[in-house]
């Protein structure tokens, strides 16, 4: 009996309609109170190509990716084959019996709906026969685990109102699905849906959606961006909640401007733009739109200036696997631009973070006059997480960081944009027509003086660039601090991980525990690192970093910044572009000891 | 550079504008320019604008690429904040400035290099937006600032310093501006400071997107025999087809000009742009007429100035945007911020 | 007595003709069979700002910049006064006594030549008068060093060949300063230059000359280049030498296409199509254009293109001193671009080494096919170095690397793209149009099989981005070795150096073994590192890395690509814009291992 | 998408061209677009284009950038060589490739998005560069591949899906190419094969940077009502200015066409295309009149199409720069390398 603890997996065409079936299939389960953990897979493409969606659902809140297909809906043709063959020994597939299949296996059950038989036969309308055998099969599946009906009918009638006629057809569907699982079929499976208050208060939500949000809260007015996969729906979240939130109800215009720029150069440009003239600004982009930004990431960085970036990462390099997920841009974006520079990152791991960062992101990019790169990914972006309320506290303003209104530049003699007044290294700045006659200078990314003079003395300069460097040390006392999970007694290995990993890092542990092995774990939040990473580090003789990618880059960023031996850091990297499981952590830590692993699914493309 | 403080003091018989400002309060640092080059002529022309418009400097944003002609916001208007960026990508940056705070006037300075190579996309892209904002190009048809070469706005016909012929047709900025659409299109030349500070002051006063592709001789690269963008050639060869005298808004017309020839446009401000009809097949209202005007005139190798294109119908970027009127980057968390229960109802709505 | 060992500095406005007299001076001695590195230190601008042309004269071969300037010709009213300060106690001052000035310096020795009231007696057209001033003073030099007249007559006579009417007036003016130095001081002083044979067989050129000519030889037909100090002048070197050397006789016709392009993405993708298509190609750029470049770089790391790059490095970040040298686009050449990405980088340290480097990084690029960055930097490419002379080994082709015509493709079959088929990681290719039915294939920048196919398997995509870490480890074996310097009998300390820095480090190991102080050096090369560089820092107990950065880049790059720990390491930093001196080595070195310092005039700039 | 084999045997019925070939022969893997997208005509149009024309496939280079219409290249002519290179980068990968080899066929294929957007700056300077290829861009006012969104070509009276308004006017990437002075320039729809396949045919023969600006319609996200750039709208607004007509060079001319209303011009290749005036207003040698032309009937929301100008008169790249004959990439050590009595002597000229 798996109660609440499987996985199950949709094999859908994609423009086919399955996305909001299966979407609702897994807001269902979530709505019974019940952990879930749903992931598109989808192509790089618009129609016609194989797509999946996979939810793990799970009340003890292991809702990291997983090896092993309890049941799967095998609805395309093309991917049959391999779906087939994932099914866990044991495990279901359900299929649509309308078309006779060859099923070689003998270690898994079948369960054939007559899928399109029952849709050709209820609707007359192409497009609805097509779109409904979707609804089907969720309605065959909430007889075959067990789930409560009303739940999901009651979203049905949600999720049309106001096209009120849709909502009886799709009704319809669904009990067409359950009607014949419920006389076919032993229902319910030994799979099963128990309603639960796992859930609590939490809420289902994608990151780019918190992230948008996020910036609405953080009182961001401009926002230019280009689109791209999988940062798009940043913008398009943000827009979406400006309009319920910043229309100015007098006169129904917009508390916000949001520009679709010709390219990421100009995307940023504008942000960097609107933000030296006192508007908090952002853009979102992916890994090409990195590569591109980096020559104002440099200005940014030398004429320090604020702006905030959101990278959500997918596979690279170059445009690689757009549709997948990966964390391989920490190197490129924490030294991005030519000369020396170096960026403040922070790293969210689920949407409620992704909410918070961006609200944070935003003072601390005023605070330190300097971009701040949100480092999300394609997993936690763009699929719905499982995750806390977003809560703002309401006693706190924005933190502007070090301006001056034309008053205080009244009160002081002479104005040096670029003087370490404080001695944290962060000068004073002001916004374009501030004052008649103080205050004003040149941004410019020309080597400059304390006064923001142009300057070819060099010795100014380095100056200048050393100052750069006080500020940046400044940064790690401002910037989130690390998470400490699991602590044991007398741990003498560590384990380092950041942003998406750390959905599957307590289950990972809990494998290891049973093979007796006890790390302490730590998460990172921020680039810079702070004195605690450091110190975490040196306490253990031995630290695991689990990175998705190929080269290890956070644990090159630990080494160079921290100053550490690399002998002391052990990389576990996974880069074939889906989450990291637990299993794959799991095991990699014990292959590393000398231990026997056990049988993992993904097949040898971890490496190192 | 800043090196050579320059003394400012008022010199009591320097004319005073309205804000009782003399010309000085509207220079800027010494330039470091070579001698003679055309664009310390275009920085005074500015200098010259502002003052008359009394335009209070600090409510000015200086915007700029890279180039010798981008360094010249160092070289006028002091107390305005000025924003030197990267190579050719001055237009997104004045953008996203002026989304932020649309109550500032922008100008734009940029060169042939910077704007017709590098920052050509960023150009067109800005244009189409209708920023409000001056979009001043220096265009002396070659690389200034890195000692010569051709740029794109060079003419097929126009040998370089040492007899490099020139295999490819220039770009016409102002043509393309006109194609793209700009709202405002005019062409002059720094030698020319009776036709360039009116148009200046005009182009300060219409809202939206308005480009001067101002022809500014490079003395040391591109001023010798051969060049069409030397002051001879220039001189030898401009066709003025629209002249335009700026006319503040308080001042009454006199009818000096003759019947027929002449046109009023208010502007936004509710100055007015006189315009002077001096090529009778010229109609500066006219977008596609326009265009092929200036094109079949430059082929003849005419350099075409004055006002080309004036549309004061078009919309600016932030009503296209239909934005608030206060500046985006005056409201603070009171307009900003939704309150905790605005969050909640959020949070609701997500389980 | 300072005889062919002094260092010797003109301070001048730019644009005033100087440069083409003090580049006569130094040839001149050069010449004389004395080695000269002469130094030009430009203001980014075109006229009217103070530039300086530093000389150091050295038989030894010490050409490493130096501080303390033995005698200044300060004809800059503007920079006067620290031109005067600069001059080391007991040195001379020379200067343009027309002019009545306060010098209050009593620890120098001052030479007043009335340049500008000679000049203005004996020329008439006022741009003469200004330009003979400086043939003046290079001739009042002749007489107070003892410099060899007929030398420098002779080389007159040599640059204005074919404009002969000019020769005479030249000739004038260096005898009227020569003349009056004789006139009136005690000629020679204390400080002169003695015919050698010092210089050998050696040339007096500059890098980018040396790499535009060695892509001649390196068989480049296609260069697509965007202007930017201080790469400019390797595109312009190849016109240059392709003019001479590359029309075709028999039509007048060029055997090559040089493309302004309109920026640097362009520039690079112009390069990348041309190498694509099976002809030479390469771009030249700077740390903006480095930036600019990130994204095409990251398409040739995975779709395996080759494309030669050189980086002009000069002081960033940002537009920062674009007049001033340093190494400071380490990381961001290594790294380009987001993802996992790892570029092949070669380090030359004089021209004769960016000639051979454009040779071998052609093979290289091909071979390895992938992109090679060859980082020199301003002060190699843009000042005139003394040099081996160039050669070439006319009995071996050009390496183009594993390319397949029409009759092997007709003997395998089926052609994989991306098929390690020698296990060294490098696939075979074909170049458009080879074969009418075998060997087309698609070139992405998207995730592929070995057969170049389209694919979103991420196993498949992971397989192919181990293959390229093996073909980068295969890299290690093929690329220039490091090179070993000083080896003493016993060393424990180590000291690691590349590009120009070079030039200083047998003098500085000459201050430290004064101080009792012997390192092993080494130099490396390129990057990725081979074997010997690891064994070299783990044969010492602390090695030093010298660099010309603030963060120190490569120090970082060893950790990270050799695993080692970075306490060995010990940084030595020089940021300021200015070549690094052997002093500043030295006293760096000495202050680290606590011992007494002599003075240096850099203060404070170099760090850590 | 390569995952599902396609069957490539002859049928024996099948047409065969001069060199012995089917149309079979010429196409790609299978394609992944969405049923019914305006680019598989596209891609059919070319397919038919260079079976008709009886070219070596493997003497073409399939060029692209990034989109939906960048993918195409897969799915015509296997047995070409192609480069999905970039977003927007397409121009200048094809420039080079072009300057390394000549002799090669250049199709550079790209979208709407990806050409007048990020790719704006290289369009034009390839244009003005004149690179001896034929650039197709499959315009469909939207980014296809990202879902959606308006691309700079989208009108703007266009509206989105969902009701969106447009505030920005359209790039006119055809007017573009004129202005920017491309040698050949049509406008044509991937619904009208008839006018399609004669105009391919015509810039594959011409020497120089040929430009079709090809709408083809979203059938995802552009094809409602509302849409000018739906397969319905540009039915009922076509109107084509001059029709195009091919003819290979061994063929002789017919006079089945009425008198004056046809000019024949002869293209590089000494094929002709053979112009049909279908506007008597319109003259496509005229370049500013052409555009004049256009620009007033677009204003009108009519879609110009077919031949918009043609210039067999001006050089293409490789000419420009006076490069030899044989292309640079078949010149080997002997050819390039010079020996080293020629370096000793210029180690010489450097003592
Ligand atoms: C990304 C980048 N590429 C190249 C340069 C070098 N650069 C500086 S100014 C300039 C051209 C300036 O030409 P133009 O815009 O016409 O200005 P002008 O000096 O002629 O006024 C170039 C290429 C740079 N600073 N940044
Ligand atoms: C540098 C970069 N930015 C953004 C993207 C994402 N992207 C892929 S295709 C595309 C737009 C495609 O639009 P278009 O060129 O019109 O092609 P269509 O799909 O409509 O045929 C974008 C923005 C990318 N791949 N690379
Ligand atoms: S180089 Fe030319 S553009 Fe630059 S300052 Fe001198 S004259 Fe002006
Ligand atoms: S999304 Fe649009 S452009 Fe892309 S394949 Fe589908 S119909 Fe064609
Ligand atoms: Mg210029
Ligand atoms: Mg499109």
Redesign the interface.
Known sequence: MRVNDFVIKFANVN?SGSASANALFAKAI??MGVPVAPKNIF???????PTWFEVRVNDKGYLGRREGIDMMVAMNP?SWDRDVAEVAPGGYLLYDSTFIREIERDDIKTIGVPLTKLCNERFTIPRERQLFKNVAYVGALTALLDMDFEVVKGMLSEQFRGKDKLIAPNVDALELGRNYALKYFDCPLDIQVVTSDA?G?????EGNDAAG?GC????A??A?W????PS?SVAEAFEK?CHQ??I?PE?????????????????????????????R?FTATS??G???M???L??A???ELPVLLFNIQR??????????T?Q??I??CA????????HVLLFPSDPTECFDFAVRGFDLAERLQTPVIVMSDLDLGMNEWTTK????D?TM??DRGKVLNAEQLDEIERFGRYLDVDGDGIPYR????????KG????????HDEYA??T?D??V???V??RL?HKFNTAKTVVPAPEFGQKTQGATMGLIHFGTTAVSVPEAMGMLADSQIHLDTMRLRAFPFSQEVEDFILSHDKVFVVEQ???G?MR?LL??EC?????RLVPILN????PITARTIANMILEHLGQAVEDRSA?????E | ??YIAKPKFHHPKLPLNDLGLTRRDYEGAMSTLCAGCGHDSVSAAIVEACFELNL????V?K?SGIGCSSKT??YFL?????????HG?M???????????N??KYIGVSGDGDTASIGF??F??AVR?QVDMLYVVENNGTYGLTKGQFSATNDRVSVGRKGQKNAFDAIDLAAMAIQLGASFVARSFSGDKDQLVPLIKAALSHKGFAFIDVISPCVTFNNHIGSTKSFEFVRDHEHTVTGADYVPHRETITADYEEGSVIDVTLHDQSRVRLRKLDAGYDPSDQAGALQHIMARQAKGEVVTGLLYLDTGETEL?EK?????AP??S???A??????A???K??VG??
């Open positions: 423009g979530f709505r192509p790089s493409n618009i129609q016609g190509l093309q859930v208060d939490r809420i289902l939500v949000l609405v809260f953080a009182g007015t401009v230019a280009y689109p791209i996969t798009t909640y939130l910043r100015e006169t129904g215009k917009k508390k916000f401007a949001i520009v679709q720029a010709e390219d990421e150069l100009a995307a940023i440009g504008m942000a960097i733009g609107a933000n030296w003239n006192g508007a600004a890994g090409p990195i590569s591109l980096s020559e104002f440099g200005l960085y030398f004429a596979g690279g390099p170059s445009t690689g696997m757009p549709t997948r990966q391989s841009d190197i490129s030294y991005a631009s030519h000369g020396d520079t170096k309320p977003f809560k703002i309401e303003g924005f002001t916004y374009p027509g501030t004052h008649p006659e004003a200078f040149f941004t410019r990314g020309t080597s003079g142009y070819e060099g010795t300069n380095a100056r660039m050393l460097s990618n190929r080269d880059q090159s080494v160079n100053g550490l031996d690399p002998a880069f074939d572009g889906s097949d040898g493309v971890a490496a | 550079m800043t209070p400097a600090h409510r944003a915007m916001p160092t002091s107390k305005s904040h000025g924003f030197n960026s990267v990508r237009p997104s940056v004045a953008t996203g400035a002026n989304l932020a705070n109550s500032l996309g960023q067109a892209h937006r932030k945007m239909e934005m608030v009127a985006l980057n409201l603070g968390v307009e900003l911020r939704p309150d905790m605005a969050l909640e959020i949070n997500l389980r």
